[in-house]
Nanobody
Framework: QVQLVESGGGLVQPGGSLRLSCAAS????????VAWFRRAPGKEREGVSC????????VYADSVKGRFAISRDESKDTVYLQMNGLKPEDTAVYYC?????????????????????WGKGTLVTVSS
C-alpha cells in the first residue's frame, strides 16, 4: 500500500522560510511525478509546484514563482518544497501527491486530476 507523508510544516513569521518534505512507502518517488498542493481555510485547493522526470520538469504556480523551489534528493527518495519569503497568504495545509501515469502536464497540474496518491498534509502557518 502506498503512503505519502509530508513533514516540515510549522509556524513561521512573514518573510521566513520552511522546507517541506514528501516521503513515500510502497512507491519510489524518484520514478514518478510529484506535485505539491495546498488548501487554505475557506479556499479551493491550489496547485503549488510539480516535478517530473518528463516534460515539463518543474512547474510553479504564479503565486509562488521566485519564492518556492521544488527538488528531489534521489539518495533519500524524497521531494522537497523550499519555501522562502513566506507571506500570510501562504498559510495552508500543504499536500504532496503522485500521478502514476503523468508528467507535470496541464491535465494534472494545477488541477489535481489524475493524482493516484495523496498525503495527509502538513500545516504551514505564516503569522507574526
Amino acid at each position: 500500500q502506498v503512503q505519502l507523508v509530508e513533514s516540515g510544516g510549522g509556524l513561521v513569521q512573514p518573510g521566513g522560510s520552511l522546507r517541506l518534505s514528501c516521503a513515500a512507502s510502497g512507491l519510489s518517488l524518484d520514478s514518478h511525478t510529484v506535485a505539491w498542493f495546498r488548501r487554505a481555510p475557506g479556499k479551493e485547493r491550489e496547485g503549488v509546484s510539480c516535478i517530473s522526470n518528463g516534460y515539463p520538469s518543474t512547474v510553479y504556480a504564479d503565486s509562488v514563482k521566485g519564492r518556492f523551489a521544488i527538488s528531489r534528493d534521489e539518495s533519500k527518495d524524497t521531494v522537497y518544497l523550499q519555501m522562502n519569503g513566506l507571506k500570510p497568504e501562504d498559510t495552508a495545509v500543504y499536500y504532496c501527491a503522485v500521478p502514476l501515469y503523468y508528467a507535470c502536464s496541464h491535465y494534472v497540474f494545477p488541477t489535481g486530476y489524475g493524482m493516484d496518491h495523496w498525503g495527509k498534509g502538513t500545516l504551514v502557518t505564516v503569522s507574526s
